[in-house]
């Protein structure tokens, strides 16, 4: 059986309408301050706000490369470096970077990292050293991106989902999501999950494997997979994603990804 993906492209909302009346300038100005985002949720949906991916690629266009020191480093780009940390009340440990026109929320804590612009990043969540916050992506409150996992950005064409990953989850080292990609609340990757618009997520707890694509359930556990595929030359194996459990309600929200996989027989 197929799953569909609950939420993909919706048409614009309030936050669009506000934007169209705004100058680029205006518009990433408010990207950085939390005031608009490039998508958002609505009950348990999400909207993109064309308008915003619209105005920060215009933003790209109408920028000059310019020379920037900060302390003992240099920088030669068209976008300037995000600041006002202290007041945000954000913990950034060099030499983790943040863009103009991305947004961190009180109590994110950057190890040495990068989020881009457009990116929105939820209270107290914890990205992790290496970790890569693409260009317009939105994570939730008190989620985990660990050592190196790879978040994509996506801002053409403009009405095109960004990632997004939901309060709560965890994602383990070096997974990569991109594409759009949306994982659910508190759902958790293990290490080395690959993920894009058209790798499949089977689910695997029932007596059917029911099959996602591009959605990542809410409280889902994943591993990666693969399974085989007949071609000319003989039969190999694909990646793909395994959900094999899901997470109890009596596991906390900060359960380390050993403890969540141990559940199911697969931790250490």
């Not at 600041?83 to 863009?99: D, I, T």
């Not at 899901?246 to 380390?256: A, G, H, I, K, P």
């Amino acid at each position: 059986m197929t799953a569909a993906c609950p939420a993909g492209p919706r048409p614009p909302g309030s936050g669009s309408a506000t934007i169209r009346r705004m100058t680029t300038d205006e518009t990433i100005a408010a990207l950085d301050r939390g005031e608009l985002r490039v998508a958002e949720p609505v009950g348990d949906e999400w909207v993109v706000h064309p308008e915003a991916q619209a105005a920060i690629l215009d933003y790209f266009r109408s920028r000059r490369m310019e020379p920037e020191e900060v302390g003992p480093f240099s920088y030669h780009d068209k976008i300037p470096l995000k600041s006002g940390y202290e007041e945000l009340g954000v913990r950034v440990v060099p030499p983790a970077v943040a863009r103009y026109g991305s947004y961190l929320s009180p109590g994110v804590i950057l190890m040495p990292s990068y989020v881009n612009i457009g990116a929105w990043v939820g209270p107290n969540t914890m990205v992790d050293t290496w970790a890569t916050v693409g260009s317009g992506a939105q994570i939730g409150a008190d989620v985990h991106l660990a050592g190196g996992v790879g978040i994509g950005g996506v801002l053409e064409p403009p009405g095109a989902r960004p990632v997004i990953v939901e309060d709560g989850a965890f994602l383990g080292s070096r997974c990569i999501v991109t594409e759009g990609v949306r994982i659910g609340r508190e759902a958790v990757l293990a290490p080395n999950v690959s993920l894009t618009a058209s790798v499949p997520i089977i689910d695997v707890t029932g007596p059917e494997p029911v099959e996602h694509r591009g959605y990542v359930p809410p409280r889902a556990i994943v591993v990666p997979g693969t399974r085989p595929k007949e071609f000319p030359a003989g039969t190999f194996n694909l990646a793909c994603a395994l959900i094999i459990g899901w997470r109890s309600e009596s596991t906390d929200l900060r359960v380390s990804l050993n403890e969540a996989l141990r559940e199911h027989g697969l931790g250490g």
